[in-house]
């Protein structure tokens, strides 16, 4: 399939998950405690299959999805995303045992996940990360440290952790542990944030762990990280994208009904002028998604540096297009409860997390110059 169009199943489907998005799970996300993991909108997630969807779907299914529920959504859309986070390296590295455990239950929404590799000492620099697991006997360690900014934190039912098995050896000393809530020694606490988003720091006070427990090989769990953050940064621009397209569509709207100067807000040709630009920003950035998530599913050798340009651009074009979006609203859309000024928090976030705006176009760089050919 070419990347730059999509075939009209796919559209069709998007169509159907704005539907879903605004009529099933809208609701749920309304009635939710800001700040704390909504279990009823998960659930929902859980019987509409979509959750499932993480695990059988290529990375253009799952851009669609965070596109389209975006759309609608954005509530939904995070809790679909913190879910295939947290569960795709069991899906990826897990042992029969630990998929069995866990992966019917997070695709059914009864129980969630989290990814958690940020630090108060390394967030930028992950493989500067200190959380130790320190040996404890014969294929058991002990973990002992801090993660910070982890989405889903304190309430979620187990947490992928990567933690530092090899002192001194960067991101060759790193092992992924599937760690269990109820483990003895691990406590946490929610952080509340400008758009508030389940999220926590977490403490570890000698956690037990065995090898059961390690997600892929030991000191290799830097790989589990990055080929997950791999699959999961176009899908952040997609995410972006569906705001993008909200905020946009808000405004076509919004300026064919205003009155002003005689006659309408987009008889202005600078109003104009300016939702053509927002509009040839937001696709341009959408081909760029769809382009990366097709590589990856082609299994593309470029993959890394397509899945850090599509980040990156549709971050910061979503960024541009909801800001744009209020300024042409006026005031109203400042007041609380507006769909732009949920938007307007909620689009901040995606340019730091998962590899901030520079760290991608550190990526991108390294990838040009390690396949130069100096003559
Ligand atoms: C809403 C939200 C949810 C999150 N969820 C999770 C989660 O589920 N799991 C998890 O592990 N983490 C999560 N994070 C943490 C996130 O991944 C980190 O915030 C991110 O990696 C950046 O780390 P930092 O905040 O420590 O910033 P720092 O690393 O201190 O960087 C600060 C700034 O310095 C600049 N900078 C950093 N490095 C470079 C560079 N190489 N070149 C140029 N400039 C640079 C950038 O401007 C960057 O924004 C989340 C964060 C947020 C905001």
């Not at 704390?36 to 959750?51: D, Y």
């Not at 975006?70 to 990826?92: D, S």
């Not at 909200?246 to 109003?271: C, E, I, M, N, Y």
């Amino acid at each position: 399939m070419p990347a730059f169009s999509l075939e009209p199943s796919h559209t069709a489907r998007c169509a159907e998950l704005r539907a879903l998005a605004e009529e099933r799970l809208r609701p749920l996300a309304e009635k939710g405690e800001p700040g704390q993991v909504n279990r009823p909108l998960v659930a929902e997630l859980g019987r509409l299959g979509l959750l499932e969807r993480l695990f059988t779907a290529g990375a253009l299914d799952l851009c669609l999805m965070r596109e389209s529920l975006a759309y609608a959504c954005t509530e939904a859309e995070t809790a679909l995303a913190l879910q295939g986070l947290g569960a795709h390296p069991v899906h990826a590295h897990g042992t029969p045992a630990q998929r069995e455990r866990w992966l019917p239950a997070v695709g059914e929404g009864t129980a969630v996940a989290a990814f958690a590799l940020s630090e108060p000492g390394a967030g930028s620099d992950a493989a500067a990360l200190s959380l130790s697991a320190r040996p404890d006997g014969p294929s058991r360690w002990r973990l002992t440290g801090e993660k910070c900014w982890i989405s889903n934190a304190p309430e979620a039912d187990f947490c992928t952790v990567f933690a530092r098995t090899t002192p001194g050896a960067g991101a060759r000393g790193v092992t992924a542990f599937l760690v269990p809530a109820d483990r003895p020694g691990l406590t946490g606490t929610a952080l509340d944030m400008l758009s508030p988003h389940p999220i926590g720091a977490l403490a570890f006070d000698a956690v037990p762990v065995s090898a059961d427990d390690v997600l892929g090989e030991v000191d290799r769990g830097f790989r589990v990280a990055m080929g997950t953050l791999n699959l999961f940064r176009p899908s952040v621009g997609a995410f972006a994208l569906g705001m993008a397209q909200a905020a946009l569509d808000a405004t076509l709207a919004h300026t064919s009904r205003r009155d002003a100067f005689g006659g309408k807000l987009r008889d202005l040709q600078s109003v104009a002028h300016t939702v053509a630009e927002m509009a040839l920003r937001t696709d341009a950035a959408r081909l760029m998604v769809y382009a990366a998530a097709t590589a990856y599913d082609e299994g593309a050798p470029d993959v890394p540096k397509r899945a850090a340009m599509a980040k990156l651009l549709a971050t910061e074009t979503a960024q541009y297009v909801v800001d744009t979006a209020v300024q042409l609203h006026g005031a109203r859309a400042l007041q609380r409860g507006h769909l732009l000024e949920h938007l307007y928090r909620e689009v901040r976030a995606p340019r730091i997390y998962e590899g901030a705006s520079e760290v991608q176009r550190g990526i991108i760089a390294k990838e040009l110059y390690a396949h130069l050919e100096v003559p």
